[in-house]
């Protein structure tokens, strides 16, 4: 079973484009354009791992991955933030978003397929695959 990914980026073209270069390298992707369709996503499909832009529509991405850990705690180190402007990057974020793995737009393709690759280790693993956003 490969394993599952949700893109979370409002620009439709980076997420076909994340989508296509996620199947190439045998990953399932998932793709929402607003926080709202992710969280709905995530209620109805297991995944694996989460690229979450920072910048979004009527939620900013760091409020979404603080709902996403606390609705979904095994979602907690799986999920990469991505954003084009690191001026939002706040010191006072909470050290469990600060330490994300972060790819700043605009990166290249093998950044991204190794941020995921290191990502999923664990995931690829062990039993706890599609586990990630069970309950707790």
């Given at each position: 079973m490969s394993?599952?990914?949700l893109i979370v980026?409002?620009?439709?073209?980076?997420r076909r484009t994340l989508?296509?270069?996620l199947?190439?390298?045998?990953y399932e992707a998932l793709t929402a354009g607003?926080?709202?369709?992710a969280y709905s996503m995530l209620d109805e499909a297991d995944v694996d791992l989460v690229l979450l832009d920072l910048h979004l529509p009527n939620m900013s991405g760091?409020?979404?991955?603080?709902?996403?850990v606390r609705r979904w705690p095994r979602l907690r180190g799986r999920i990469i933030l991505m954003t084009g402007d690191p001026s939002l990057l706040e010191d006072g974020w909470p050290p469990e978003l600060l330490a994300c793995p972060?790819?700043?737009?605009?990166?290249?393709?093998?950044?991204?397929?190794?941020t995921v690759r290191l990502a999923l280790l664990?995931?690829?693993?062990?039993?706890?695959?599609?586990?990630?956003?069970?309950?707790?």
């Amino acid at each position: 079973m490969s394993p599952r990914v949700l893109i979370v980026d409002d620009e439709p073209a980076l997420r076909r484009t994340l989508a296509r270069v996620l199947e190439s390298l045998k990953y399932e992707a998932l793709t929402a354009g607003d926080p709202h369709l992710a969280y709905s996503m995530l209620d109805e499909a297991d995944v694996d791992l989460v690229l979450l832009d920072l910048h979004l529509p009527n939620m900013s991405g760091a409020m979404l991955y603080l709902a996403l850990v606390r609705r979904w705690p095994r979602l907690r180190g799986r999920i990469i933030l991505m954003t084009g402007d690191p001026s939002l990057l706040e010191d006072g974020w909470p050290p469990e978003l600060l330490a994300c793995p972060l790819l700043l737009k605009p990166f290249t393709l093998s950044l991204l397929a190794e941020t995921v690759r290191l990502a999923l280790l664990d995931v690829e693993s062990g039993a706890d695959q599609r586990a990630s956003n069970g309950p707790a």
